[in-house]
């Protein structure tokens, strides 16, 4: 017992960062669950991927409903998030959508300890380094990321601080191991590959693993962008919409941000822009600045994010900062390096406190917990008023029946092969839900009150604000 405790006071550091882990663990997950629980969580986005286990574990690999159609298409007509693929041995355990949370909860807590061992091995000062891993776990950009929903792009947060730190420790395999593992999140991941790929080249000198790197990265992702993804879609990627009044393709996009700068400036000085960058900077004092070469790997999420007319993309409260917020932390430990070989005198416990400072107000003033000012506590209290009423019929339909359903109740029925969004699929589905104890958009409130007219459907099952009509024909 006394080794223990021994062992304990010698390395009390890395006590606090594994029982914080912890902690965000048993946290996170719990608030997870219980927006799934209370459906808060929709078939955009959790059911989408969900459905996407289910179906691969049940051999139809990769593949789900079109979301805004009927037809079973490639999920590769939305995002190369072929992790997914990944994911369904788990479900052999666990067939819940819930098991997606629980990893995803699990594998963004375990960042916090890659925050930490990049920052001792680049500071050598173990205090401020758990700082920096205390700062992550209350950081609003991680949290809203891990708790809106499940996407896979939010498993990159924690897969590129674990590349990038055995990139510093000159461990390429396991660098390329957490790479690969980096890409197949989501498609523009590859972009960061190979800037990646060029760091190597130029700063570490690692010649042929970067050329390798960085060419087979940047030929993927045209190759996904331009040919695979359209190809599965039927049509150009959904996104470019949001980047219409740029250009219509990928090349012309890319081009006119650069002839036309002044568009592109006034673009990023936008408030809601500002804002945006405000909030993923401010938790560490915005010191990731001082470190602009860790801040390239940011770049293209933060163009994609702030030059979109997509709202979405530039607010904190989605998955969309997952891919910058490794850098922000990266940029943060370069930065407090940068500060010590200029000031020497600094000492790291007054670093220490302007981060704790920066971070404790970033969490209250726009964090989704309890003790912030605009706690996101609906997931907590807004129980359905028949929830179990509810939870047993939807697990009473058989996985054969076809289901269009609103949004906010498709999460719960996507461990089917056909499983629609109102208004799609009224002609062809088995049964039409509605839960009207959601919030649910002007579409899904006229197919309601249509339905309720229709001789072809007949309401078999309601309980409050939550209504079951059966098709007749």
Known sequence: MEKVLQKIKKYWQEAVVFISMLIYMIYISYASILRYDNYFAGKFDLGNMAQTVWNTAHGDIFRLTDPNATREVSRLAFHSDFILILFAPFYWIWEDPRMLLIIQTVVVAVGGIFVFLIANHILKNKNISLVLTLSYFINPGVNFANLYDFHSVTLATTFLLATFYFLFKKK??????????????KEEVWVISGLIGLYLFFNERKRALGAIIAIVSFSFFYILIEYLMPKNLGKEHFALSYYSYIGETPFEIVINIFLNPLQTIKTLLLPDRILFIKQIFLPVGFISFLAPLMLIFAVPDLAINLLSSNPPLHQIYY?????????????????????KSKMPRIPYNVLSLII????LFSAYDYGPHPFSKNPSINTYKKTLPEKTKIDEYISSLPVEKKITATNNVGAHL???????VIPQGLDKADRAIFLTSRSINEGEKRALIKIQTDSNYVLVFQAEGFYVFKNLK
């Open 319 to 339: 998955q969309y900062s997952a891919t910058i917020t490794p850098f922000v932390f990266i940029a943060a430990i370069f930065g407090i390096r940068f500060l």
């Open 414 to 420: 996507s461990h089917r092969k056909d499983i629609y």
């Open 356 to 359: 704790i400072l920066f971070s």
């Open 172 to 185: 390429y395999g396991y660098m390329l191991f957490f790479l690969i593992l980096s890409v197949v999140t």
